[in-house]
T-cell receptor, first 113, second 116 residues
């Protein structure tokens, strides 16, 4: 079945440093790969997504890269700030059903002031 | 425009009791989802409904049933609650699926369920 693996499970960086989170997926017919951020006690919210017709997408300090051949995609956060501290989830749509969104297990990012 | 609304926000059950989690969205979305979130396990899909009138199993459907009552509402039922179902449950909706170009999920605030 569909599977999304996410690494690392926890990540601690100094404020101002960069953070990288990586995901691989087993199989997907979808062209859509989103990233969600979940602050403590709150709901997940979309922060950026990428489609397979582009290899990279940037939005201010956040960027996502996609290698569809290798079936992996990564989230890059530059100039990290304490408010970036949260759990980040990657996701990919399932192969059998493009309505079945499967999430990675999450990365807890801590940005130390 | 409330987005996705879940009720109740908190519930404590005894083993064997039943209950229904309610979810409604006011964004005219076609697709709706139920996820559960356990510490360190991420978000696991229980059931989803691609469109009104259809429902399908996700990753962890055992012990649950769902009803897509109409386009707005998607309920999750626990027929005989077990301690292993203690979790935070999130309902979500989207305009379409991953290939439709409108796959962003909008989540409710979550329902924290404890089964004793």
């Amino acid at each position: 079945g569909e599977n999304v693996e996410q690494h690392p499970s926890t990540l601690s960086v100094q404020e101002g440093d960069s953070a990288v989170i990586k995901c691989t997926y087993s199989d997907s017919a979808s062209n859509y790969f989103p990233w969600y951020k979940q602050e403590l006690g709150k709901r997940p919210q979309l922060i950026i997504d990428i489609r397979s017709n582009v290899g990279e997408k940037k939005d201010q300090r956040i960027a996502v890269t996609l290698n569809k051949t290798a079936k992996h995609f990564s989230l890059h956060i530059t100039e990290t700030q304490p408010e970036d501290s949260a759990v980040y989830f990657c996701a990919a749509w399932g192969r059998v059903s493009s309505y079945k969104l499967i999430f990675g297990s999450g990365t807890r990012l801590l940005v130390r002031p | 425009n409330a987005g996705v609304t879940q009720t109740p926000k908190f519930q404590v059950l005894k083993t064997g009791q039943s209950m229904t989690l309610q979810c409604a969205q006011d964004m005219n979305h076609n697709s709706m989802y139920w996820y559960r979130q356990d510490p360190g396990m991420g978000l696991r899909l229980i059931y989803y409904s691609a469109s009104e009138g259809t429902t399908d199993k996700g990753e962890v459907p055992n012990g649950y049933n769902v009803s897509r009552l109409n386009k707005r509402e998607f309920s999750l039922r626990l027929e005989s609650a077990a301690p292993s179902q203690t979790s935070v449950y999130f309902c979500a909706s989207s305009a379409g699926g991953g290939t439709s170009g409108s796959g962003e999920l909008f989540f409710g605030e979550g329902s924290r369920l404890t089964v004793l």
